[in-house]
């Protein structure tokens, strides 16, 4: 029998061994015993537990069916044969066994369509120990999980929120168990039981194991792979952890009101024996010494999962990185300040709001560009220029004019101001004045009549276009501002056009408000307009990703396809822009991010290492590093040149549908199927704050121009404000004796409560917001499909 899980109280911010089941008899084992024995066996002398340290001499004098002298166990051709039925799956009714009955399983196994399997299985079954045939008892998981949940719930409130994390992968290996050693309708029976009670966070994995429901399903699935071959990483209190230690070895402390025996007695000793058998083989335990009440209950779920595959691995490096700070200090300080401008186009936009101020009679009026540009935070590195992604060498026209209106925009923005709603009484008097000054006009789009669906939308920078991309493979535009929308004609000869007023009269002479773009094969995932104009001028390029594994640029002026790119494997969820055009990255099923030019067809990089989609992708506001999230639950920033990963964001309990990143370049924001918000500092890799309060998915985040509120949209028809600034954390409940809750849930309560930094909810009819996106002068653009009651 394994003995990997030791007892002692492990070091501070260490990972912890393991605590160990009775080890095999020697002759004298009170010096021959093995290192984890000896610390099980300091341990029980350390607490006083005379009773319990007799009790475990004893078995190791006695021994048991699986001592090292014995033979192995075998057994014979019948059971052999009995145990493969449970293998084998009916190809009508993939859920069902074929082979029924034992006397006619070998019959049936000759004339079976997949021997090779079956082949395979007979060549890997190995002797049958003791404990192996001990876990063969479903009753053991029914029972251990139990016991293991009501001393979950019985525990203090302190240590509750770290306690709470370790039901989830013991119900996952013990559902996997069942499935695993065929007893379907026991993992059912047990699946019913147990998950209604596990955090809402996990709803996407409880559903993918419920379809699980073979050993040959659980052969083949990855995620049950994940759980069976990766230590599924813990952190925990140093007295936490020796609580639940004394409970897998003792089964005290902790039960709830009404247990009457508690934990004792052969069927308890059973129980905890199954857990503890998951947490020796599976678990590792990250231990600290912090105080558990210095501690934010969502700090604990922060360091918990399946991390060693998701952490990038060094190269040169012999020893696995399991911690994800680990890595992102290893890769030093990024360069997070703003891009720079060249001295020639920030002269001559400074020449030009000189002219302008002059005509305006306003001579006061500031003029030098850098008073509007962010200036680098405290700590934060500013890059050069020879770091930044290769571009023109000489600016244009509309360079100049982009800069000078982005001054414009910063003079006439609307300051937002989030922080004067602290600690102010919603039903107060000045409650209304001041929620002017922190909340933000939100303008909604709404598209009505769209049975087939509109899986995104997007708005030009200078608010004049609405593009939206339709699951019938098409994308249709809208000028907002009522003017006809009209392209160049193709029926002209290139000599006539000798100035703009001969362009303008090779336009198409009647037009519309609205015009469809067809092209694509698949359905439109994602579209984005190019920010070279920014908010000076309506914008020249429109980019699309679909289904068709395809990403095309569409030329406004023509208002038709230029070029399609292709590379990806399958399909395309999400495209975006380089703030500095020229450049943009796709996210695809195929599990990478690549990074193009308009100026090729080919990719320039690809960024390799998530382990399932990349949902989304973001560019920092310099453009020197790429964000992406993922099905695999993480987020991860790349270096956009060296096509190296430099941060992975690991604390979401699913996958990552959208993200954004401060206009500051000083915070990153993801949002996750597990209808949490993450705020994290992109410097430190570390995660500042969980914002709780959608109550379905997240499809679109965006901050403010001054990085200090953060609005999303959901699939729950609401638009949702938040306070980046704020400290966050849940809002303080009044229980039923009087006493505050600050923070700590009892068991089983909803844990997705809103938390304090929700400034405001603003809720649709019944819209789904696909986007939300905030304009340079913080005007809130919103826009989503209708669902009427009659559609399904």
Wanted: contains cysteine; neutral net charge; aromatic residues 8%.
């Amino acid at each position: 029998m394994s003995s990997q899980i030791s007892t002692g109280t492990p070091p501070a911010s260490s990972q912890s061994p393991t605590v160990a089941s009775p080890p095999a008899a020697v002759q004298d084992p009170t010096t021959n015993l093995s290192t984890s024995e000896r610390v099980v066996l300091e341990y029980l002398r350390a607490r006083g537990h005379g009773a319990a340290e007799k009790a475990f001499l004893e078995e190791l004098e006695t021994g048991s069916p699986d001592d090292k002298g014995k033979q192995p166990e075998t057994i014979g051709a019948q059971d052999l044969v009995k145990s493969l039925a449970v293998f084998a799956e009916k190809p009508s009714r993939p859920g069902e066994n074929i082979l029924n009955e034992s006397s006619n399983v070998l019959q049936q196994l000759n004339s079976m369509p997949n021997p090779p399997n079956i082949q395979s299985l007979i060549a890997s079954i190995g002797s049958v120990g003791a404990e192996e045939l001990l876990s063969l008892d479903p009753t053991d998981k029914q029972e251990g999980y139990r016991e293991l949940e009501a001393w979950v719930d019985g525990s203090l409130d302190m240590y509750r929120p770290e306690f709470r994390p370790i039901l989830f992968p013991i119900f996952c290996h013990f559902y996997l168990d069942l499935i695993q050693h065929g007893y379907k309708d026991a993992a059912l029976r047990f699946f019913s039981a147990y998950s209604p009670s596990l955090s809402t966070s996990h709803t996407a994995t409880l559903h993918h194991l419920s379809t699980l429901l073979l050993p040959a399903h659980v052969q083949n699935d990855e995620l049950a792979q994940r759980f069976r071959n990766e230590k599924y990483a813990i952190r925990m209190s140093r007295s936490g952890f020796g609580l639940l230690v004394g409970w897998l070895t003792e089964g005290v402390g902790g039960e709830a009101s009404g247990s009457g025996d508690g934990f004792t007695g052969e069927r308890g000793k059973r129980g905890r024996a199954a857990v503890m058998r998951v947490v020796n083989n599976h678990l590792r335990f990250d231990v600290t010494s912090t105080n558990p009440t210095a501690v934010s209950p969502h700090a604990w779920e922060e360091s918990t999962g399946l991390f060693s595959s998701l952490i990038p691995q060094p190269n040169a490096s012999l020893k696995t990185l399991t911690n994800p700070h680990v890595f992102n200090a290893s890769k030093g300080d990024l360069k997070l300040g703003p891009a720079p401008i060249s001295e020639e186009l920030r002269a001559e936009a400074e020449r030009v709001l000189r002219e302008q101020a002059m005509v305006d009679r306003d001579p006061t009026t500031p003029f030098d560009i850098q008073v509007n540009r962010p200036m680098p935070g405290p700590g934060m590195i500013a890059p050069t220029e020879a770091d930044m992604l290769p571009r023109p060498s000489t600016f244009k026209t509309i360079d100049v004019e982009r800069e000078v209106n982005a001054v414009r925009d910063a003079r006439k923005r609307i300051r937002l101001e989030p922080t004067v709603l602290a600690n102010v009484d919603a039903d107060s008097p000045q409650a209304a004045a001041l929620r002017a000054r922190a909340l933000p006009s939100i303008c909604a789009y709404t598209l009505h009549d769209v049975a087939e669906g509109s899986p995104c939308c997007t708005f030009s920078q200078d608010t004049s276009l609405m593009a939206a991309g339709f699951a019938e493979s098409y994308i249709r535009l809208w000028n907002l501002k009522g003017e006809r929308l009209k392209g160049l004609r193709s029926d002209f000869s290139s000599s006539s056009v000798k100035d703009p007023a001969s362009l303008q009269k090779i336009r198409e002479k009647k037009g519309t408000t609205t015009r469809k773009l067809i092209g694509h094969s698949g359905p439109v995932y994602s579209v984005a307009f190019d920010p070279l104009s920014g908010s000076a001028a309506p914008p020249k390029y429109l980019l699309s990703a679909s289904a068709d594994a395809t990403t095309r640029l569409w030329s406004m002026d023509t208002l038709t396809n230029v070029v399609a790119f292709r590379g990806h494997e399958n399909p395309i969820w999400d495209v975006k822009w380089s703030p500095m055009g020229i450049y943009f990255a796709t996210a695809s099923r195929d599990r990478t991010a690549r990074l193009w030019s308009t100026d090729r067809t080919s990719c320039l990089r690809v960024y390799a290492g998530h382990l399932s989609d990349v949902d989304c992708v973001q560019f920092h506001p310099n453009s020197l590093y790429l964000a992406t999230g993922s099905s695999d639950w993480t987020a991860r920033l790349w270096d956009v040149q060296r096509g190296s990963c430099v941060r992975v964001f690991i604390g979401h309990q699913g996958a990552v549908g959208s993200l954004a990143l401060s206009p500051d370049g000083r915070y990153l924001a993801t949002a996750g199927e597990d209808l949490a918000i993450n705020l994290w500092d992109i410097g430190s890799g570390k995660r500042v704050k969980k914002m709780t309060g959608h109550t379905a998915s997240i499809y679109s985040l965006s901050f403010s121009a001054e990085s200090s509120m953060l609005v999303s949209g959901g699939a729950d028809w609401t638009v949702r404000c938040w306070d980046v600034k704020s400290a966050g954390g849940l809002r303080a409940k009044p229980r039923e004796n009087g006493v505050i809750e600050n923070g700590i849930r009892g068991y089983g309560e909803d844990e997705n409560s809103e938390t304090v930094d929700l400034l405001a909810t603003f809720p649709t009819k019944r819209t789904p917001i696909t986007n939300v996106q905030f304009t340079p002068r913080n005007l809130c653009l919103v826009g989503g499909v209708y669902q009427s009651t009659e559609s399904r």
